[in-house]
């Protein structure tokens, strides 16, 4: 038996609309099918009980074609296909003993299961067989060769649009599971990152702080002055620790924004994300330029967690001594009510102090800038930042001063 579509995984809540319309759109195609057969019974004023049976056997083929085409729906019924199949066929082939030419056109939906089920070595030749014994079958009820010749084409054509459609559908669930695993492999990848840049910067130091702790401990009592020399260069591996603990926490290694923007744009396209980049902002402070990829970063993080992207914008230009940083991305307005409460709390937790939205206007505010960040249009969210790079420049100088003023006291 071959595979068919099955439920996104990675979508619990229902979040990705597209597998579920494709989904609904071919069984509502099936069911249009359905309709049809059932004014071709109504056209000849039916006792009740015709009418009922047939309306019986129609909804029971529907069901048995819903399983076929998407076997999750009842997954006890799709590993038994083999009975489902034969049943199938039964309701295929003998009503047309009462019905006649009125039930001609249902062998479409075998024919289709018929793909569906089988290997393409049987499958295809199944098929085949499945048009051939519809046309014996029109001859043998008395239709005209005319006649016949449009039940042919006919059952061919609605076999394949329904086999088409159910491998769409399942083409576009199997499509939105590949880009839900690869923005969760994104994120995946960032967190190794940092647990492997935390543990090559603080592994060596911890341990050095360790055992110079030990030293010291045993020196105090008889060395007080080697000891005190073995503190202060404890002082100083533990403020090297903590600053390469908030190097890590803010990605602040020196970093390209041209990197990360050209890096960005290449993962939004396995994603099958739309993503246009404008970088024109000439030579920059390396300081200026690792936070702007900073931002770009974490925007990037956020967008993946909290939207349904499908077009991203990046841009980076200078005007005159500022350089204008923007980040926008689509798919805000179409996140179900319980998600867009999630961000809601997501964002306010990063206003208070987490390592969101709120760490990033920090960090560009450090440098005598300003970062917005909110909703814009209708499903539209922006991030954007301004940094003037006089203002940086004073900014750096002065947190310069102050630390190697800091330093001495510190010390002491």
């Not at 590993?79 to 009503?95: E, F, M």
């Not at 394949?160 to 990848?189: N, P």
């Not at 991030?383 to 003037?388: F, H, K, L």
């Amino acid at each position: 038996m071959s595979e068919s579509a099955s439920w996104p995984v990675s979508d619990p809540e229902g979040k990705q609309m597209a597998p579920r319309t494709a989904v609904a759109i071919t069984a509502a195609v099936f069911l249009g099918y359905t309709g049809v057969a059932t004014s071709y019974v109504l056209a000849l004023h039916p006792s009740g009980l015709l009418l009922g049976g047939t309306v019986l056997l129609l909804l029971l083929l529907l069901g048995i074609q819903l399983v076929h085409s998407f076997p999750r729906l009842a997954p006890a019924l799709a590993s038994r296909w083999q009975l489902t199949l034969a049943l199938q066929a039964l309701i295929t082939y003998v009503p047309l003993l009462f019905l006649g030419p009125l039930w001609i056109g249902m062998p479409s939906f075998l024919a289709a299961s018929l793909l569906l089920l089988l290997r393409p070595a049987f499958a295809w030749p199944g098929f085949v067989a499945v048009v051939v014994v519809s046309n014996v079958l029109m001859l043998w009820i008395g239709d005209g060769l005319g006649e016949t010749f449009y039940i042919s084409v006919a059952t061919t054509t609605n076999g394949l649009v329904i086999y088409g459609l159910s491998r769409l559908t399942d083409l576009v669930i199997e499509v939105h599971r590949s880009r839900a695993e690869l923005a969760t492999l994104a994120v995946a990848q960032e967190r190794l990152r940092f647990a492997r840049d935390l543990h090559d910067l603080l592994g060596y130091s911890l341990s050095a702080i360790t055992l110079k702790c030990e030293l010291a401990y045993r020196l105090v009592p008889s060395q007080s002055e080697l000891a005190q020399q073995e503190l202060t260069e404890i002082l100083q591996t533990a403020r090297q620790a903590l600053s390469d603990v908030r190097a890590v926490a803010r990605g602040y290694r020196e970093m390209s924004l041209g990197a990360e923007a050209e890096s960005a744009k290449a993962m939004l396209a396995t994603l099958g994300v739309r993503c246009t980049v404008r970088l024109d902002f000439g030579l920059l402070p390396q300081q200026v330029e690792t936070v702007l990829a900073t931002v770009l970063r974490e925007g990037l993080t956020n967008m993946l967690r909290h939207s349904k992207v499908e077009e991203c914008e990046i841009s980076a230009v200078r005007d005159g001594r500022t350089v204008r940083f923007r980040l926008a991305n689509d798919g805000v307005g179409r996140a179900v009510p319980a998600q867009a409460d999630r961000e809601h709390a997501d964002r306010v937790r990063d206003t208070a102090g987490g390592s969101g939205i709120g760490n990033l206007t920090t960090r560009v505010r450090e440098l005598g800038g300003a970062l917005t960040a909110g909703p814009h249009g209708q499903d539209w969210f922006v991030v954007s930042a301004a940094i003037d790079l006089d203002a940086a420049a004073l900014a750096l100088s002065g947190s310069g001063s102050r630390r190697g003023a800091a330093a001495p006291a510190a010390a002491c």
